[in-house]
């Protein structure tokens, strides 16, 4: 068979969540969207399942994504799960407005099968206040972040395609609704184990528990106590997640237990934001008034959502200092790797001992200068060892050159000290710092345009992002600093 050549219906549907107990997800159709179309389609997402890329215009495809046919072997389902909210205990959540249809197998061999949810596809029983749909503007931002993010090589969840509809939906305003297929081995979120543990069912906690080490982390199963050793894998991998989040500017907005992947994978993308002006304490979710998921919060919050899942897994663990004793991981790692992706951004290739002061240092002078994140690493790269003439296009983005010039000789030391090779380092440079990211501001045109059903911006701003390293000179307004119109654009928590 030829590869990437399957129709939805020949995608192969199994079903290993829904041979969970029946308290765990209700079993219900997705409720159909009218007349609907499709806005944008991932082609590199399509190749992980070997999906046809034709059938993102194929109707079948499109009446099947938008959750008015049910593929071939699919058994759509909404899965329960509690959380902690801002902080607070939550009570029961669950899949208010996404309907899971199975899991897929991905192409390659080695691969792990992929689960295809439909998300904004209707009311469940874990609706809430909610109508189970998700308009098009959010739908938009979480199909363009997810391709994004992986492409920075950043763990997440990814977007297949995003399929819109004339229907309307109340917000702030009246809007368009759409579904968004999104895909990853599991949708398990720490809230999940959360809530067996505050409903006091063991048995269920131990079934869920077994399932996760059993589908995703087989090599757990021989450890000595296999459920400390999954805290202490998902902790460590929620760090390296988070290590990667802070290198690369990018805020969740809304890192509640129940948005928290089992997987250490960037799920439930909201009122996120990629950092423009840098400000540590910058809130991307302007209803977070408290600023508890500010950028500089987010490791610390990392880490108190560990210690959430740690609490919930306790009964299984059977031991309160051993829980805790595993819960140390996530500082170790979190230090080691968010110190080694600040390196490679600098482009140093040793270790040493004063790189952090180096690096706390960098931090002061872009927050003093609200100096912009992405351009500024990006722009460092030029920076040439015994040339201070090829400084100015990073130099310019400073308002108070001379405490960047200050900086630079202390930079310049420590290059030297290790021999470094402009060209060398630059290569290295440009492969760790994006020159592309998803600006709220591109967001923005680009869903304005969506709205007017033109979504040749959408399909753009895809292509460019699925590069975010290349420097894509035919594409250089898309790596500008966000014009002043920006400065008054606010992501809500609505979707
Ligand atoms: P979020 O913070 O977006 O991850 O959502 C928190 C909870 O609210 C989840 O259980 C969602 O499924 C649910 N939810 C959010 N929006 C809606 C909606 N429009 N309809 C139904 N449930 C929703
Ligand atoms: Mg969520």
């Known amino acids: 068979m030829t ?19 029946p308290d765990f997800y209700t079993s219900l159709m997705p409720t159909p969207l009218p007349a609907p179309y499709l806005v944008c389609g991932s082609a590199s997402a399509a190749a992980l399942i070997d999906l046809d890329p034709a059938e993102f215009k194929d109707e079948d495809f499109i009446a099947a994504v938008s959750g008015n046919t049910i593929p071939h072997g699919a058994r759509p389902l909404a899965a329960v799960y509690s959380g902690h909210q801002f902080g607070v205990w939550a009570g029961q959540l669950g899949d208010g407005r996404a309907i899971l249809l199975g899991e897929v197998p991905a192409a390659g061999q080695q691969a792990e099968a992929l689960e295809l949810q439909l998300k904004g596809a209707g009311m469940t029983p874990y609706s809430r206040m909610g109508d189970g749909r998700a308009v098009l503007r959010s739908s938009i931002r979480e199909f363009l972040c997810s391709e994004a993010m992986a492409a920075l090589g950043i763990p997440t969840s990814r977007a297949l395609c995003v399929t819109g509809s004339e229907k309307l939906v109340m917000r702030e305003t009246p809007e368009t609704t759409a579904v968004v297929t999104r895909m990853a081995p599991s949708f398990i979120r720490f809230g999940s184990f959360e809530h067996w543990f505050y409903h006091d069912r063991k048995e269920d906690l131990r079934h869920l528990a077994d399932h996760v080490i059993d589908r995703f982390y087989p090599s757990l199963r021989g450890a000595e106590n296999p459920y400390r050793a999954l805290l202490e894998e998902v902790t460590r991998r929620t760090a390296v997640m988070i290590a990667h989040w802070q290198a690369v500017g990018f805020m969740h907005g809304v890192m509640n237990t129940d948005n928290m992947s089992i997987l250490g994978l960037t799920i439930d993308y909201g009122p996120f934001g990629f950092m423009e002006a840098f400000d540590a304490r910058h809130i991307c979710n302007h209803t977070d008034q408290q600023g508890r998921y500010s950028y500089a919060r987010q490791p610390e919050i990392g880490q108190w959502n560990c210690y959430a899942l740690g609490q919930a897994l306790l009964p299984l663990i059977g031991d309160v200092d051993e829980t805790v004793a595993t819960l140390e991981i996530y500082q170790t790692t979190y230090t080691r790797t968010y110190n080694a992706l600040l390196r490679k951004k600098l482009g140093l290739q040793t270790m040493e001992h004063d790189d952090t002061a180096l690096i706390e240092a960098l931090f002061e002078i872009l927050q003093a200068g609200h100096v912009d994140f992405t351009s500024f690493f990006r722009k460092l790269g030029q920076l040439q060892l015994n040339n201070s003439a090829a400084d100015e296009p990073v130099r310019d983005l400073f308002i108070d050159r001379a405490a960047f010039d200050e900086w630079a000789v202390a930079y310049r030391a420590r290059l030297h000290q290790e021999h470094s ?17 998803l600006r709220n501001y591109l967001a923005h045109a680009a869903i304005e345009k969506a709205q007017n059903k033109d979504f040749s911006e959408v399909a753009r701003l895809l292509a460019i992002l699925e590069r975010p390293f290349d420097e894509q000179p035919e594409h250089e307004d898309y790596a500008k600093l966000p014009p002043d119109w920006a400065n008054d654009l606010e992501v809500s928590c609505s979707s």
Do not use: C, Q, W
Not at 6 to 21: C, Q, R, V, W
């Open 3 to 21: 590869s990437h050549s399957k129709t939805i219906d020949e995608l192969g549907f199994s079903h290993a969540y829904a041979a969970l107990p």
């Open 421 to 437: 090779i402009d060209a060398t380092r630059r290569l290295a440079m440009d492969a760790v710092n994006p020159k592309y990211v």
